[in-house]
């Protein structure tokens, strides 16, 4: 009897500890499997049908890391055509994204920006080492991000 009660304890034991699972490890690997995790330096933007315009390589980085937060760092000076240029992202800082990976947006809170105008939402895509935001339409108010990956 006693090794029969002792088989038992061993294999609900054993039964125990192999069904453990640690649900935070395999979220922190999903997170870390998003493509746009990482930093990425402004190359592009392109508004309405005109022309891109550049940037040097590490004038604007943002930085997506895990857990949404983005961190935006513009490396030149602000002046009128800068801030045109880079409206509304034309503040350093951290605020926070979100992804749509089904539709392939991501939504950015502007908390800085007027009620009302305080989040934007663009398609996405990856390419390469190429992230772009944006996406060229039928009308003049679309605008076209690109960044590198660094």
């Known amino acids: 009897m006693k090794t029969y009660t002792l088989i038992l304890t061993t294999i609900l ?3 125990t ?3 453990c699972n640690n649900d935070d490890e395999s979220q922190q ?3 870390d499997n998003q493509p746009i995790v990482g930093k990425w330096h402004l190359i592009s933007k392109k508004a309405g049908m005109g022309d891109a315009i550049t940037f040097l390589p590490n004038e604007v980085v943002w ?3 895990n857990g949404n937060e ?3 760092t513009i490396n030149m000076e602000i002046n009128n055509t800068v801030l045109a240029l880079l409206h509304p992202y034309h503040v350093s800082g951290s605020q926070n ?3 749509d990976e089904v539709e392939d947006r991501v939504t950015f809170d502007l908390d800085y920006m007027p009620e009302g105008q305080n989040s934007l939402t663009y ?3 990856i ?3 190429t992230l772009i935001l944006g996406e060229q339409s039928s009308y003049d108010a679309s605008f076209i991000y690109k960044f590198a990956k660094d």
Request: net charge neutral; charged share 25%; glycine share 0%.
């Open 13 to 15: 034991s054993l039964f």
């Open 17 to 19: 500890i192999l069904s």
């Open 29 to 31: 690997v999903q997170s």
């Open 63 to 65: 930085e997506f890391k």
């Open 70 to 72: 983005i961190i935006r």
């Open 97 to 99: 994204y979100y992804l």
């Open 123 to 125: 398609p996405f895509r």
């Open 127 to 129: 390419e390469s080492d």
